[in-house]
């Protein structure tokens, strides 16, 4: 082994046992489907893969061939292959790894027509893809859960069915594409859809290692590799040899292993009681038990076969089976206490409900534009209980509720248009002038730097002969091509968006666990939109003035303890919450004029502090109608009165006015809210 290679050796990891054992299961039986290696950062992942591949046998191929064509295989010869007289012309090498970019296009995944051949020759020829390279290979995909899902898509269908079937630019190939699959991704950045997850074959939860004796070996063994790799990996030679020879021996004798039939049932059982969806488990621990025992160099699968593999196949695939119904709760009797604090709550809302006197001293209402939250907050005085009975129900109102119980968000994406975005997420489709995502239509306009061969050669089609006719000497290419005739790619993928909730925190809000269940919204939404690279923001408003809680971030950490701090009680500033929106959003904007932020205004619209001389209600429902000129934010208006014989109807009339989607909640579930969300953005 070369210095400038430094791979390091197989047999020199320290622990990770299982992640070792389902590499060398796939290195003996490819139809396993894969592995998927999760786990945090700096656990030896993908130095354990590079290693894996280093120590297989090398492979007979076709000298030449583009696609690794094994001479003992004519039935899956490529064409060129197939045209070549005996004898063909044997070279060996090594295994190819073959690491697959993430910002790789369909293009460069399957493969497509070439361009330079087709304009010098007019015929149209395949041109290789990652897939042809990696046949009899090892495909390595770092971070698979940042891949575009239509990629990832591709690749295992591939990997599933050992072809590459290519249909698109006006030419039909395939080739075989049997590879052993290796994805590896931190599950801090996002999860894989259940449907991706479910294609490879085992699974693989990879952690520190906690032993004091083990952390210092390795640190040991690192040291050692990285001050003489050469001398390093000749300790390791004779082990590493030895595992060459075994998954060469295994891969011998798997056509010959045996799994006996009570086994099967066995599988099967165990497969229903770890509540799997479908039958891919079952063939998957059937094959990696046979795997198993070709290892152990036994030619018949045994129960010890199937309990040490089972764990990698069932870790991604367990489904949790749904709890029994909750038992009806026990009658509660009720208190003095309680009356007294409900009959305290009905009040605070009949007061809220009533507009203060206007204050003649202060400014009036300007435009939004002019608005600012710091120059123009409330006076002291307006801010203040009216009575001592108000002071007394702020101060009764005034707590901390902790965060609800947390979720799965729901899909939602915003509304496509035809605006070109920059960026990364995972969120909604948007076109992009990039070299990036999928390439879905051609057009006229580009920068030359991605060019539709198939929408130009149509384009150029019907004027050759009169091209030809036309010139005054030999041209060197088969296809007369001008200006006009070029076409670009059109291409979309996935970004991700920006998420504003404006969030009533007044006393109103501690009704019936309201803010505890919004707060377990707002925790789920943020982690939903870490994953999908989104950003949210956080405006809150209490007392006489809003205040931005969370910036445009995508950090769970900040967020939570953002939210748990966030108190509860005092009056319902909502003019000054609706101008620090409008200030917030028109920051992103200015930042990224093609942002597209969503607020989310949650509130009974019980206005009572007002930033000018007009009635509360009446500026916050001004002062709405001019935020919403702005097409470019979404708003939506979520109301969190509560029914009964008496309503105000004052967050519907802030939706009217808004032109905004409108949706009351009686208990502000965390389920219903981003029910909500979606809705609107579908």
Not at 34 to 46: D, F, M, N, Q
Request: proline share 7%; hydrophobic share 40%; with cysteine.
């Amino acid at each position: 082994m070369g210095a400038f290679e430094r791979v390091y050796p197989f047999a020199a990891l320290v622990a990770q046992d299982r992640l070792k054992k389902a590499l060398l299961l796939n290195a003996v039986n490819p139809a396993i489907g894969g592995v998927l290696i999760r786990g945090e950062k700096g656990t030896a992942k993908s130095t354990a893969v590079r290693a894996l591949a280093a120590i297989l046998p090398e492979i007979r191929v076709i000298q030449g061939c583009a696609f690794s064509c094994d001479p003992d295989r004519p039935e899956e010869w490529c064409e060129k292959c197939r045209r070549l007289k005996p004898p063909l012309p044997v070279a060996r090498r090594p295994l190819a790894v073959v690491t697959l970019p993430l910002n790789a296009t369909e293009d460069r995944v399957v493969g497509g027509i070439d361009f330079e051949d087709a304009v010098k020759t007019g015929f149209r020829r395949f041109h290789p893809g990652v897939l042809a390279k990696a046949h009899r290979g090892l495909l390595y995909i770092d971070e698979i859960n940042l891949l575009d899902d239509y990629i990832a898509d591709l690749i295992l269908d591939a990997a599933a069915s050992g072809w590459n079937r290519v249909e698109r630019e006006g030419i039909s190939f395939a080739h075989p594409a049997r590879f052993i699959l290796v994805g590896t991704m931190n599950p801090e950045e996002g999860e894989l859809r259940p449907q991706l997850l479910d294609r490879f074959g085992l699974c693989v939860e990879v952690s520190s290692e906690q032993a004091l004796e083990s952390r210092v070996e390795l640190m040991v063994r690192r040291e050692r590799f990285d001050i003489d790799p050469e001398g390093f990996s000749a300790t390791y030679e004779k082990e590493n040899r030895a595992l060459a020879w075994s998954v060469l021996a295994a891969r011998e004798l798997l056509s010959k292993v045996r799994l006996p039939n009570h086994l099967r049932a066995f599988i099967s059982q165990m497969a229903a009681e770890h509540n799997v969806a479908g039958h891919r488990a079952d063939l998957v621990l059937e094959q990696a038990a046979k795997a198993s025992a070709a290892l152990s160099r036994r030619l018949t699968v045994t129960v010890e076969d199937i309990r040490e593999v089972a764990p990698l196949v069932f870790l991604h695939r367990r489904r949790e089976a749904a709890p029994p119904p909750p038992p009806p709760p026990p009658p509660v009797e009720p208190e003095q206490n309680h009356e007294a604090s409900d009959a305290k709550g009905q009040e605070e809302e009949q007061r809220q409900g009533q507009e203060p006197p206007p204050k003649p001293e202060a400014a009036p209402v300007q435009n939004p534009e002019g608005l600012s939250s710091e120059a123009q907050k409330p006076e002291s005085h307006e801010a203040e209980p009216s009575s001592p009975l108000d002071e007394q129900a702020s101060s009764v109102l005034e707590r901390v509720f902790e965060i609800g119980e947390t979720f799965k968000v729901r899909t939602f994406s915003a509304p496509k248009d035809r605006i070109l975005r920059r960026g990364s997420g995972r969120r909604s489709r948007t076109r992009t002038g990039q070299k990036q995502g999928r390439y879905v239509k051609s057009c006229l306009h580009g920068d030359g730097a991605d060019v539709a061969l198939d929408a130009t050669l149509r384009a150029a089609a019907p004027h050759q002969l009169r091209r030809r006719a036309d010139a005054t000497e030999a041209f060197p290419l088969a296809v007369f091509l001008t200006p006009q005739d070029v076409r670009h790619k059109l291409r979309e993928k996935r970004v991700g968006n920006v998420l504003v909730f404006v969030v009533d925190a007044s006393g109103s809000m501690g009704a019936q666990g309201r803010m505890a269940a919004t707060k377990g919204a707002l925790m789920s939404l943020l982690m939903d939109a870490y994953q999908k690279r989104d950003r949210v923001a956080l405006i809150t408003f209490r007392k006489n003035e809003a205040e931005v809680k969370l910036p445009p971030t995508a950090s769970v950490d900040l967020g939570a303890k953002l939210l748990k701090e966030l108190p509860v009680g005092g009056r319902t500033p909502l003019s000054a919450a609706l101008v620090k929106a409008h200030e917030l959003t028109r920051s992103v904007l200015v930042r990224d004029p093609t942002a597209r932020p969503l607020v989310i205004l949650v509130t009974d619209g019980k206005a009572n502090v007002a930033l000018g001389s007009r009635k509360p209600v009446e500026e916050a429902l001004l002062i709405a109608e001019r935020l919403a000129a702005d097409e470019r934010v979404h708003p939506i208006v979520v109301d969190t009165e509560k029914t009964g014989i008496v309503t105000f109807g004052l967050a519907k009339k802030l939706a009217a006015v808004m032109n905004a989607p409108y949706f009351p909640i009686e208990d502000l579930k965390a389920d219903t809210l981003v029910h909500i969300v979606k809705e609107v953005m579908q």
